[in-house]
């Protein structure tokens, strides 16, 4: 083993490359005093991962010693086991949904909905916001009836009690709406027989998803987006694709930016779905759009 200042600098030196364009970050406090959590955890923050990401790569190359006893600065972690995520398959998991989404819809109404699952996107997800509960329970069980018979799955953004009363085939949940449910409502939710997606930004929101056995994990946002203001910068592929590695055993879903341009730098990190927005909405011809972006990920 070698000191922690010896192993930050090559653990830095090996993946600066990867990883260029993120700030170094302060380096938190350290959980640890060991040599190799202390040099990862340096390094990850001068590699510039937020405090709480930068914590989890520390304890993930701390525990990858502890099981193999090599540092392995070249190898970026990316073993379930270092980080602490559960062993699959899982004793109480959400219900199970495709490994591959396909070309992934985020829509803003009910109209939406059923335009695009007609187009023939495979995954299609209402994100209609609200605070009118009765506007809500119409335009949920709306986009349940619009998919019928175009064997597109729906997805209901946040409103996952109308999703179960109408019938939807899934939930998404963001972290905060993910934290702010009960243990209880978690069970409820889980044995409706719903799909549930969980949108995350970095290591330890991953682990936070992980902890409630979703169906899939939504990884975010992979380049600048203009729809929603968010707290962590854009990801980027190099992250991307070592987060798609540790989450391999998980269908997944890569959102933020994304337009046909990028999409075979994407789906070369492995992720099994490409979820869009503006390239859909925004689109003189959504349907012609649509078809456009169906052709491009099955030539890929």
């Given at each position: 083993?070698?000191?922690?200042?010896?192993?930050?600098?090559?653990?830095?030196?090996?993946?600066?490359?990867?990883?260029?364009?993120?700030?170094?970050?302060?380096?938190?406090?350290?959980?640890?005093?060991?040599?190799?959590y202390?040099g990862?955890?340096?390094?990850?923050?001068?590699?510039?991962?937020?405090a709480?990401?930068?914590?989890?790569?520390?304890?993930?190359?701390q525990?990858r010693?502890?099981?193999?006893?090599?540092?392995?600065?070249?190898?970026?972690?990316?073993?379930?086991q270092?980080?602490?995520?559960?062993?699959?398959?899982?004793?109480?998991?959400?219900a199970?949904?495709?490994?591959?989404?396909?070309?992934?819809?985020?829509?803003?109404?009910?109209a939406?909905?059923?335009?695009?699952?007609?187009?023939?996107?495979?995954?299609?997800?209402?994100?209609?916001?609200?605070?009118?509960?009765?506007?809500?329970?119409?335009?949920?069980?709306?986009?349940?009836?619009?998919?019928q018979?175009?064997?597109?799955?729906?997805?209901?953004?946040?409103?996952?009690?109308?999703?179960?009363?109408?019938g939807?085939?899934?939930?998404?949940?963001?972290?905060?709406?993910?934290?702010?449910?009960?243990?209880?409502?978690?069970?409820?939710?889980?044995?409706?027989?719903?799909?549930?997606?969980?949108?995350?930004?970095?290591?330890?929101?991953?682990l936070?998803?992980?902890?409630?056995?979703?169906s899939?994990?939504?990884?975010?946002?992979?380049?600048?987006?203009?729809?929603?203001?968010?707290?962590?910068?854009?990801?980027?592929?190099?992250?991307?694709?070592?987060?798609?590695?540790?989450?391999?055993?998980?269908?997944t879903?890569?959102?933020?930016g994304?337009?046909?341009?990028?999409?075979?730098?994407?789906?070369?990190?492995?992720?099994?779905?490409?979820?869009?927005?503006?390239?859909?909405?925004?689109?003189?011809?959504?349907?012609?759009?649509?078809?456009?972006?169906?052709?491009?990920?099955?030539?890929?």
């Amino acid at each position: 083993m070698t000191d922690s200042d010896t192993l930050a600098q090559a653990i830095t030196a090996a993946h600066a490359a990867s990883f260029t364009g993120f700030p170094p970050q302060l380096v938190p406090a350290p959980a640890s005093d060991a040599p190799v959590y202390l040099g990862a955890l340096q390094a990850c923050s001068t590699l510039g991962f937020i405090a709480h990401d930068a914590q989890v790569l520390a304890h993930a190359w701390q525990s990858r010693w502890e099981r193999t006893g090599s540092t392995t600065p070249a190898i970026w972690p990316t073993v379930a086991q270092d980080f602490g995520l559960q062993a699959r398959p899982h004793a109480a998991p959400f219900a199970a949904c495709p490994k591959q989404l396909g070309l992934y819809a985020v829509l803003p109404d009910a109209a939406w909905v059923g335009r695009m699952a007609r187009a023939g996107v495979p995954t299609v997800q209402l994100r209609f916001k609200s605070d009118d509960t009765a506007a809500i329970a119409r335009e949920v069980l709306a986009a349940v009836q619009a998919v019928q018979g175009t064997g597109a799955l729906l997805f209901i953004n946040d409103h996952w009690r109308e999703a179960i009363a109408a019938g939807a085939y899934g939930a998404h949940l963001g972290q905060e709406d993910l934290d702010a449910l009960s243990t209880a409502q978690v069970q409820e939710l889980r044995q409706s027989g719903l799909r549930l997606g969980v949108s995350t930004h970095g290591y330890a929101e991953m682990l936070r998803a992980d902890a409630v056995q979703p169906s899939y994990i939504a990884l975010g946002a992979v380049f600048p987006t203009t729809l929603k203001r968010m707290a962590t910068v854009p990801q980027g592929m190099a992250r991307l694709a070592a987060y798609v590695a540790l989450l391999r055993d998980y269908p997944t879903v890569a959102i933020g930016g994304i337009g046909q341009e990028q999409f075979a730098g994407v789906l070369a990190t492995g992720v099994g779905s490409i979820a869009v927005v503006r390239a859909l909405v925004n689109a003189p011809d959504p349907k012609a759009a649509a078809v456009q972006l169906l052709q491009a990920m099955q030539s890929l």
